[in-house]
């Protein structure tokens, strides 16, 4: 009897563990085409809302699938960097994408799906492509955060832009320094 208990119980850890198990997971990726592949489908399989910040080249590649979830009734808000060519969802211009490229030495992508997925990358100016997915409800909501915090910060710029030049400088230098705090 005690023996059958502690199986059922263990059991019933297990099947916890195992019906999680792809949360924790975070798949690596490393080719542009494989990043993209995944774009698709998590875009494809959103059901109420999208978020996303990239560039030009990768919503260029994403807007048959954006604009089908859009259809659907999919939210989608994007953080845009450099002018934005398409339009899809409510497009917010990231104002300092020179100067990002440039520190960055390339360009990202981060897509979250319904809050429960997350989709990374970073493409250098040579092609190389590292990036990552996961259900992971940490890495999803850091990358939340991060895109909603840019969406706030273009907000703020396209209405405040001449004094936060004033008081930051030209690029927002003083602002962008997190090391100190004139």
Same mark, same amino acid.
């Given at each position: 009897?005690?023996?059958?208990?502690?199986? =059922?119980?263990?059991?019933?850890? #297990?099947?916890?563990?195992?019906?999680?198990?792809?949360?924790? +997971?975070?798949?690596? !990726?490393? /080719?542009?085409?494989?990043?993209?592949?995944?774009?698709?489908?998590?875009?494809?399989?959103?059901?109420?809302?999208?978020?996303?910040?990239?560039?030009?080249?990768?919503?260029?590649?994403?807007?048959?699938?954006?604009?089908?979830?859009?259809?659907?009734?999919? =939210?989608?808000?994007?953080?845009? #960097?450099?002018?934005?060519?398409?339009?899809?969802?409510?497009? +917010?211009?990231?104002? !300092?994408? /020179?100067?990002?490229?440039?520190?960055?030495?390339?360009?990202?992508?981060?897509?979250?799906?319904?809050?429960?997925?997350?989709?990374?990358?970073?493409?250098?100016?040579?092609?190389?492509?590292?990036?990552?997915?996961?259900?992971?409800?940490?890495?999803?909501?850091?990358?939340?955060?991060?895109?909603?915090?840019?969406?706030?910060?273009?907000?703020?710029?396209?209405?405040?832009?001449?004094?936060?030049?004033?008081?930051?400088?030209?690029?927002?230098?003083?602002?962008?320094?997190?090391?100190?705090?004139?």
């Amino acid at each position: 009897h005690g023996v059958q208990k502690t199986l =059922q119980s263990l059991r019933g850890v #297990f099947s916890g563990l195992n019906g999680n198990k792809e949360a924790s +997971y975070v798949w690596n !990726i490393v /080719d542009h085409d494989r990043l993209v592949e995944k774009a698709f489908q998590i875009i494809e399989s959103a059901k109420k809302v999208i978020l996303l910040s990239l560039w030009n080249e990768e919503l260029a590649l994403l807007e048959g699938p954006l604009r089908a979830a859009e259809q659907r009734g999919v =939210q989608i808000a994007l953080v845009h #960097f450099g002018p934005p060519k398409i339009r899809v969802g409510r497009v +917010y211009y990231h104002p !300092i994408e /020179d100067t990002l490229y440039a520190e960055k030495q390339g360009r990202a992508l981060v897509i979250v799906v319904d809050s429960q997925e997350v989709l990374m990358g970073n493409i250098s100016r040579e092609g190389k492509t590292e990036g990552a997915w996961s259900r992971n409800r940490g890495f999803t909501m850091i990358a939340e955060d991060y895109i909603k915090h840019d969406i706030y910060i273009a907000k703020i710029i396209s209405r405040f832009e001449k004094e936060l030049i004033k008081k930051f400088g030209e690029k927002y230098v003083a602002l962008r320094n997190v090391f100190e705090d004139e």
